[in-house]
T-cell receptor
Framework: NAGVMQNPRHLVRRRGQEARLRCSPM?????VYWYRQLPEEGLKFMVY????????ESGMPKERFSAEFPKEGPSILRIQQVVRGDSAAYFC??????????FGSGTRLTVV | TQLLEQSPQFLSIQEGENLTVYCNSS?????LQWYRQEPGEGPVLLVT?????EVKKLKRLTFQFGDARKDSSLHITAAQPGDTGLYLC????????????FGQGTELSVKP
C-alpha cells in the first residue's frame, strides 16, 4: 500500500453537520497538501502542511475550515457546519518536498 | 481570473488524429506539471518540466515548456481511445513551493 490513502471515498452530511476528511500520505512523505475540485472547475489549492505545522493556508476559507497534520496519524481536513456549497471533491497530495506530488483518490462530499 | 489558462476546454477527435493542448500564463513558473485525471480518481502525474525550452517525450506524448517559463504544451500523436480523459496543467510559482496552481483542464475524447 504505497499510495496516498484518503477516506472516506464518499461522505454525505446534512447541512450544519461536521465533515472530517482523512489523508494518509505516502510512506516517507512529510508534506501534505489539500485541494478542492468543484463541479466544472479546476483544482484549487487549500492548504499545505508539514508534520505539526501549517506552511501555507492561503486557500482556506476564513471560517469553518481547518486542517491539521499531527505528529502521529493522518492529516485531517475539518469542515464545520457544512453548507451545500461545500459539496465538492477534496483531494490530498503528498510529497517529499522535492516537487513530485502524488494525489489520493479523493473524498467526494455531498451536503444534503 | 485564471492564472493558468488551458485550452481547449473540450476536444473530441477521431482515433489516429494528432492534437495539442495549451497552457498559458502571464506569470513565470519555476516548474510546470501535466496530469491526467480519470473520472472518480485523483490526478496522476505525467511529467514535470523545469527548464525554459525543455522538451520531454513520453511515448506518443510530447511536452514542451516555453522559453520564458510562462507557457507549456502537450502534443499527442496518433491519439487512441485509451487517451480519453481530463488533462490538467499545474505550475509552481517562484517562492511558492508546495502550492500547485491548476489550469481548468482539457476534457479529451478520442472516438474509435
Amino acid at each position: 500500500n504505497a499510495g496516498v490513502m484518503q477516506n472516506p471515498r464518499h461522505l454525505v452530511r446534512r447541512r450544519g453537520q461536521e465533515a472530517r476528511l482523512r489523508c494518509s500520505p505516502m510512506k516517507g512523505h512529510s508534506h501534505v497538501y489539500w485541494y478542492r475540485q468543484l463541479p466544472e472547475e479546476g483544482l484549487k489549492f487549500m492548504v499545505y502542511l508539514q508534520k505539526e505545522n501549517i506552511i501555507d493556508e492561503s486557500g482556506m476559507p476564513k471560517e469553518r475550515f481547518s486542517a491539521e497534520f499531527p505528529k502521529e496519524g493522518p492529516s485531517i481536513l475539518r469542515i464545520q457546519q457544512v453548507v451545500r456549497g461545500d459539496s465538492a471533491a477534496y483531494f490530498c497530495a503528498s510529497s517529499q518536498g522535492t516537487g513530485d506530488y502524488t494525489f489520493g483518490s479523493g473524498t467526494r462530499l455531498t451536503v444534503v | 481570473t485564471q492564472l493558468l489558462e488551458q485550452s481547449p476546454q473540450f476536444l473530441s477527435i477521431q482515433e489516429g488524429e494528432n492534437l495539442t493542448v495549451y497552457c498559458n500564463s502571464s506569470s513565470v513558473f519555476s516548474s510546470l506539471q501535466w496530469y491526467r485525471q480519470e473520472p472518480g480518481e485523483g490526478p496522476v502525474l505525467l511529467v514535470t518540466v523545469v527548464t525554459g525550452g525543455e522538451v520531454k517525450k513520453l511515448k506518443r506524448l510530447t511536452f514542451q515548456f516555453g522559453d520564458a517559463r510562462k507557457d507549456s504544451s502537450l502534443h499527442i500523436t496518433a491519439a487512441q481511445p485509451g487517451d480519453t480523459g481530463l488533462y490538467l496543467c499545474a505550475g509552481v510559482r517562484d517562492n511558492q513551493g508546495g502550492k500547485l496552481i491548476f489550469g481548468q483542464g482539457t476534457e479529451l475524447s478520442v472516438k474509435p
